[in-house]
Structures are given as C-alpha cells and as structure tokens.
DNA sequence: TTAAAATATGTAAGCGCTAACGTATTCTGG
DNA sequence: CCAGAATACGTTAGCGCTTACATATTTTAA
C-alpha cells in the first residue's frame, strides 16, 4: 500500500524474492536428489555443454552477465571442479573455460531432474509465468524506445509552465464531471445506478437546488472537480470531490475545497457537511486542514451506502 | 536463449535491472530538480509522514521489508538529517522513528515532483507495469498455494516411476502424432497446409508407402514420436521427430531414433537420410551422436521449405 | 519473585551482481 | 616498427538486501 506512493518503482525486491524462491527451490530439489549442482551455476555450464570450450567474454555475453559476474561464478566453479581454466595459446590475454569430466558426468545424469523441474515450475505456475515474461519484455521493450527521466522531466516542465485555476460549472465541462467522480468511485466502491444519474446530470442534481460545482484547470487539462450541494436551505454538502490519479500532489483538491467554502460563505450558509469513507485517508486529512470536524457517528438518515465518515465545517474564529 | 534451459528461474537479475532502472530514473529527477531525496528513501519517508512516528518494526512492516533493512536505510536517512532517533520511553526496546523538520519541508515540496513521476512512468510504460504488477502478483499467490520443490519433486519422482517404452504405431496414437509434431513445428516454424496433412493422415502418407512410426511412452504418456519414411525402395528418410518439451532429457529422443535405425537395418534398407534445420542444434547434435553426417549441401529437390540441414547415415563399421 | 520466553533492535557477514579500475596482451595506423 | 587504442580479464569496492547473531528490555508463567 505505501509502496504504491512510488508507483511502479518498488519491484525489485519483490521480483527479487520471487526469482530467489524458485532458486533455492532448485536448489533443494539438487540437493534431495544428490545432484552436485547450484541452479547459479547452470547458465554457464549449460553454455559450456553446448558450445564446448569458450571464453569468458563469450560465456558472459552468451548468458547476459559481465565478464565480471561470469569471472566471479567460475571461481566457484574451478573451486568445485566443474571447470577448468586455461590461457589461449593464440590469444594471451584470454581465458578459455572447459568443462571438467566431473562436469560431464554431472550434467548428462541431470535429464530428468531438468525435465521434473522444468515440468514443477509449469504445474506450480502455469501460465503465471509466461505472462510475467511478456511483461517484462513489454517494459524492456518500452524502457529503450523511450527513457523514462525523459519523460518525467517533460512532464515536470508541463506541469510547471500551466497555470493552475479553478473555473465554475459549464455545460461543456458535464464529461469531466462524470469522469473525475466515476474514476475514484470505481477503484474504491461500486459506481451505482444513482451515482451514474447525479453524474449524467450535474445540472438538474446539484446546480438546480441550488448548488455549484467548480474545476480545476491545469493549462488546458481539466484535473479535478468538487460540488457543493443545497440539502435544505442554508445547509449545503460538500460532495463529489475528484482529483484525477495522476495529478495528484499538486494542490488541486484544496484549491477546489478552498472555492466550495468561498461559496459557501458568500451564499451565507448556515451549514457545511460532508460525508465520505475512512478508505480514503488522504482526502481526509485535507479535510481536516480545512476545517472539517470529524463526528463522533454517521450523519443519521445519509443516503449513501459507502459513507462512514461524517464531517462539519467548523472553523476557528 | 540459454537461460531457457533455467525455464523461469533467471527472472531475477532482469526484474532488478528493470528496477534499477526505475529508480534511477527517479533519482536523476531528484537531482535535476534539486529535490534533497533519493527514491530509495521514499517508502520511509512516506510511511513516517503518513503514520506520524514509528518504530522500526512498524515501517518494516509497513513498507515490506526486514527489520534490518529499515535500520540500515534509518543510518542514511540519520545521516543525511531526514530522521530523528530516539527511544520510546515507556518501552525501552523499542526505537522510534521521527521526521526533521528538513524532510517535512522536503517532503511537501515534493507533489508536483512525484505527480510527474506517476506520469512519466505511466507514459513510458502504460498498461505494461500494470500487466507486469498483475503477473508478479498472480505468481505470488500460486507460489503461497503451493511450493514450487515439493512439486518438482513429485514430478521426479513420477517420471522415475514410470517405464519409458517405445512402441510401433496404432490408431489411437494418431493424435498423439499430430500433437508432437505440430508443437516443435508451430514454435519454430509454421504449421504449413502439407504438415496438417500428413500428420492427419498418417496411415495413408507414412505407413502405406511402406514407413513405419514409433511412440514413447513414460507410464501412460505419450511424450514422443519419430517416422520412418519410404520414399523410394530402399531408400528411407528419417523426419516426424518430436518428443513433448516439457519431458525432454528423458533420453527419449535418442531411444525413438535408434528404434528407427533398428527398423531401417530389419528392412535391409540401402540409404538413410534426413533433413532439419540449422536451428534445431540440439536435434543435430543428437542424430550426429547417432551416425548422421552433416552433408555439404542441403538434399537437391527437397520437398521442404525450411530444410537447411541434409544428413545421411553412415555408420563406422 | 524470578527464571525462561518473547520481543525489539542493531551489527556483521554474506549474496549476486555491477561499475570502476589495473594489468596484461593484441591490434592499428602512421 | 612502435606508440597509442582496443580488447580481455581479474580484482576491488560497493549496492541493497538477507540471514544469523548479539544485546537489550519486557512479558509470562511457575
């Protein structure tokens, strides 16, 4: 959950644990069996079966490792008579890499338990894993066409270099309203036959009665919106505030709250409430910042289902 | 390639360095934009500014790492003047956490920063990491359901059980001829309208013209298959090799060819010959154990498009 | 009350990998 | 032919994390 404040960035030990998992998994399965083999190791020894004696250069590019890694592995590999190392004659400045008899003997008893294991992993994971594969490549893919800081600094410039306003309701805004709302609606609850009317309809659901909502503008993006909403006469609801997801942080929901109280204010209510979920701890901490007071129960008779949170406007004079 | 023969086990050093990239990324935002933040603080920082201050054991849990990592990370973050330590007086066990007034300005300063970071990534990578996030997830679960070694294990044990026996062709088989063969074809090449028929019909194409067809089996599977073709008296051609991927290793391969060789030499045939592609090294290798000599030219009139590779059979005596 | 168990934290060592460097050796162009 | 560039490879230090261990302190149970 708080890894999501770095968005996708917090990967690397997960997958970390995830691969390491299957690893030592292998490693096990060797080890029950009596195999003298590391699932480390078998990148290379595999290579070294395959294209017979070679250098480490060729065996690092060959597995996708540096020649430093697949220096560091024949260390082992040399220490566990698996390999032996030798200089070229043609070539002084290169070591050629041979895989031992005890390698050999080693590898071709391994048939089977490479098929058991190869067939475990399926069972296990099934196409869970094919799918992990092709997302990753999917990322790779798109990390060359494009760096990524790139286009983060792009997008800091943009949002730099908009202004950001707050502009009253307009017809042809109705879309942003639905879609703001229906965005965090969806991802937390239900977006509900209701909720589709009020938001189809801002006009006749909350302008009507006596209401207001307002945007908020960055450049040329309509980012968020919030309403307020006459119940009864002086009493007015803040509801149906919506900051799109990824533009969040840059003060647009308090700058929408801060013209909703205006509002109220200048309409002299006598009476603002809110109601809203203890999911959504963000938004009500800014809330609180505002003024907001949290009660100790619901607001008796709410109509909303998902609602647990009942606030007053209650600023200190 | 030769990570392949791992199946999904070399995922680790990929995801890091997509990780890494990640964070990378992020942090050369940082610097650029004079943010005094690396994006490895973050899940820390986030978590201490949300939750107000906590032990240690509290952030590790919070944001998913060990104790230790949290300590080592507080040294950093003490270091550079985000954190205050102390202990918790009415447990002396326990250390808590706090922000500096330095991170919290930092911190504050941050929304648009992160805002365009959430951005950026998602225009580099859109639905990708969403895809990526969801296989990880999936992977996680079905490795929680059950252990990966156990059900190698079981799978070895399966496949030592069982008795791997060649047998002549029947008409039961005759999906099991198609399975095989349609599976190495479809990966590496394409399953051309010729294919479809012969492997459909394989009485007709292959026994009739005075062939013969041989099965693996590993207990009640059927895993592998090979033909031997007539295609003219006395001389024959070895093709419609394929055994299962998932039970390769077993030696059943191998056993399939000699089983072919046995029924050449029983027929008294004068020539044997085969064709395969440059891409299938393993086969080649396999056929060239077993008496085939690579031939300088590929077979003239082949009826194959993808044939590069033209081997006869020539036994030292 | 007090010994044993549990908890909270820091420290050390290690993992697999990388980047940076140093030292050979070979290639290249004048 | 020979100086500089390029190549091959081992070594070192470091990263972020883990496990194992050491040291406090608190809780539990007899």
């Not at 024949?74 to 290169?94: C, E, I, N, Q, S």
């Not at 390698?103 to 869970?128: F, K, M, Q, Y």
């Not at 066409?145 to 790139?150: G, K």
């Not at 879609?179 to 006009?203: K, T």
Request: glycine share 8%.
């Amino acid at each position: 959950m708080y890894l999501a404040s770095l968005g996708k960035l917090a990967l690397g030990s997960r997958l970390k644990a995830l691969s390491d998992h299957f690893y030592g998994a292998a490693d096990e399965v060797y080890r029950t069996l009596g195999a003298p083999i590391e699932s480390r190791w078998l990148p290379v020894l595999r290579y070294l079966w395959d294209a017979g004696p070679s250098t480490v250069t060729d065996v690092a590019n060959a597995i996708g490792q540096t020649h430093s890694a697949v220096s560091q592995l024949t260390d082992k590999l040399v220490r566990a008579g698996m390999v032996r190392r030798r200089r070229d004659p043609a070539d002084g400045r290169r070591t050629v890499l041979a895989l031992t008899d005890k390698a050999r003997g080693a590898l071709s008893t391994l048939g089977p338990i490479w098929c058991a294991v190869r067939r475990g992993v399926n069972a296990s994971l099934d196409e869970h894993a094919a799918h992990l594969l092709d997302a990753i490549a999917a990322c790779e893919r798109a990390l060359q066409d494009r760096p990524v800081a790139e286009a983060i600094l792009a997008e800091h410039a943009a949002i730099k270099a908009a202004p950001l306003q707050i502009v009253p309701y307009a017809p042809a805004l109705r879309g942003d309203f639905y879609r703001l709302n229906a965005q965090w609606l969806e991802r937390h609850f239900q977006l509900e036959e209701i909720d589709r009317a009020v938001l189809s309809e801002p006009e006749r659901h909350i302008l009507q009665p006596g209401g207001a909502i307002f945007f908020a503008r960055l450049g040329d993006e309509v980012i968020g919106t919030c309403a307020l909403l006459q119940e009864s006469p002086g009493i007015f609801e803040l509801t149906k505030m919506g900051v799109d997801e990824t533009f969040r942080g840059l003060g647009a929901g308090r700058r929408l709250l801060d013209a909703c109280i205006a509002e109220f204010h200048r309409r002299d209510g006598r009476m603002l409430f809110l109601e809203s979920n203890s999911r959504l701890q963000t938004a009500l901490r800014m809330y609180q910042k505002a003024g907001f007071v949290m009660q100790p129960s619901v607001r008796p008779g709410s109509h909303y289902e998902r609602a647990d949170v009942y606030m007053i406007y209650q600023p200190q004079t």
